[in-house]
């Protein structure tokens, strides 16, 4: 019913960018908050990066000043510039949202399937 689909990911060197795209679709009424986490085996799953309706964003430290996340109201996309990337950046790259169905529902949170980067150096 909620989808999110991902797309971007792939092989890039060391020092080079990548441009992760995220779309929702489905029964929405709104989205309030939209981000990117990822994993890599045996890890958590860590947050990147997120942004809200109102535009504040929250990156994680190791990616501040490198990584960039901006949205697109009207298509309900997010997107995760990815520069000057490292080998550390190397992970499952999960879509995330939290939304309302409806105007008197709570929130809820979906997922992306994953979009692997791999950073070689």
């Known amino acids: 019913q909620v989808q999110l689909v991902e797309s971007g990911g792939g092989l890039v060197q060391a020092g080079g960018s990548l441009r992760l795209s995220c779309a929702v679709s489905?029964?929405?009424?709104?989205?309030?908050?939209m981000g990117w986490y990822r994993q890599t085996p045996g890890k958590q799953r860590d947050l990147v990066a997120t942004?809200?309706?109102?535009?504040?964003?929250n990156y994680a430290d190791s990616v501040k000043g490198r990584f960039t996340i901006s949205r697109d109201h009207a298509k309900n996309t997010v997107y995760l510039q990815m520069n000057n990337v490292k080998p550390e950046d190397t992970a499952v790259y999960y879509c995330?949202?939290?939304?309302?169905?409806?105007?008197?529902?709570?929130?809820?949170?979906?997922w992306g399937q994953g979009t692997q980067v791999t950073v070689s150096s």
């Open positions: 995330y949202v939290k939304f309302v169905r409806t105007s008197r529902s709570f929130e809820f949170d979906s």
């Open positions: 489905g029964s929405i009424f709104s989205i309030n908050t």
């Open positions: 942004i809200t309706s109102a535009g504040g964003t």
